[in-house]
């Protein structure tokens, strides 16, 4: 029996600039910091001549190649496993949909699970390669990079995507105190919303690609949101990190007006009247999480369960994909 387990990931700052339609021109740059909510993958061999596959449906196959999940058919042909007698199962924390990143999870968390099923190693970088290669390259889904990426790595880490597609990754700079600081003050709320993460960003990447003047400029400045973000996490400022999320979330509406709605932009201004100093929705957008910094912990967490938002407790994952047992 072998488990793995992979965290999913909240971003806090620059997000958006992962995507290979605008880091190919414009290099990227973003923090995003592992959560502990996980994606698990058992995954043991059986007795009979048969593929058991179960998520939110269930297969049962005689080989890989007619597996209908996409990632765990093009995972195991990456991988070059063509047993024909397993059973693998999917669990996670949190649903998917929500903002969290819990596909680039489940896709670490899987590929984790088959180098150990190869008895065979894998680094990080190579890890989050692999899982990009499959959702990106293979099945051509409109994302970036950074929920592979951290789902691989863990901790809160900054990501420099290059023009030449070389991810540079480096632990951020941030003192235990500010550390533990940001993670008493940052609050999730469910919206109660849950959307496809490729169908908010394929209007970002339609644009980016043809070099919409109005989208390549807002990255740009979100970008550099993403610098500023880095600045006041190193300086022990979480007072001004929590003023450029709110500039990042209005920038970030502008992008499409798939990403907010009404409730949502009552919700957030409430929270604002309410504990918060500043805040942001969590992924591509159109619903999912409301993250907030806030002041005053108690009032927002009074003031949202009043609205019917469920909030879910977090620390940092500093571990990132990981085997769990082996046996």
């Known amino acids: 029996m072998i488990i793995t387990r992979s965290p999913l990931r909240i971003s806090l700052g620059g997000g958006g600039t992962d995507l290979p339609s605008y880091y190919r021109q414009h290099e990227g740059f973003l923090i995003a910091a592992a959560i502990d909510k996980y994606v698990y993958i058992t995954l043991h061999d059986t007795f009979q001549k048969e593929i058991i596959i179960k998520y939110s449906s269930t297969e049962r196959v ?17 991988l070059d496993i063509r047993s024909e007698n397993f059973e693998l199962a999917s669990l996670a924390d949190i649903p998917a949909g929500t903002g969290l990143g819990s596909s680039s999870s489940f896709t670490c968390a899987l590929l984790k699970a088959l180098h150990t099923y190869n008895k065979s190693f894998v680094r990080p970088d190579d890890l989050a390669e692999e899982a990009c290669r499959i959702e990106i390259d293979i099945l051509r889904e409109p994302i970036g990079k950074q929920d592979q990426y951290i789902s691989a790595y863990g901790g809160i880490t900054c990501f420099t995507f290059c023009k030449n597609d070389q991810v540079k990754a480096k632990e951020l700079n941030i003192s235990k105190e500010t550390l533990y600081n940001l993670e008493d003050h940052l609050l999730l709320f469910f919206t109660g919303y849950s959307r496809s993460a490729a169908n908010v960003l394929k209007e970002q990447d339609e644009k980016s690609k043809k070099n919409d003047c109005s989208m390549i400029e807002n990255l740009h400045f979100i970008k550099d949101l ?14 001004e990190f929590a003023r450029i999320m709110n500039v990042h979330w209005d920038s970030k509406k ?8 009404d409730r949502i932009n009552a919700w957030y ?19 999912g999480f409301l993250m907030f910094y806030a002041e005053d912990n108690k009032r927002l967490r009074k003031t949202m369960a009043r609205e019917g938002l469920q909030e879910v407790r977090f620390r940092f994952d500093f571990d990132g994909s990981k085997v769990v047992t082996t046996s």
Do not use: C, T, V, W
């Not at 805040?279 to 591509?284: S, V």
């Open 226 to 239: 993403g610098y500023q973000s880095k600045a006041a996490f190193e300086q022990g400022d979480l007072e």
């Open 62 to 78: 005689a080989r890989p190649e007619e597996i209908q999940h996409p990632i765990i058919r093009e995972a195991l042909r990456l």
């Open 254 to 261: 502008k992008r499409s007006g798939a990403m907010s709605n």
């Open 269 to 287: 201004d409430l929270a604002m009247k309410n504990g918060a100093l500043g805040g942001k929705l969590i992924g591509a957008g159109g619903g």
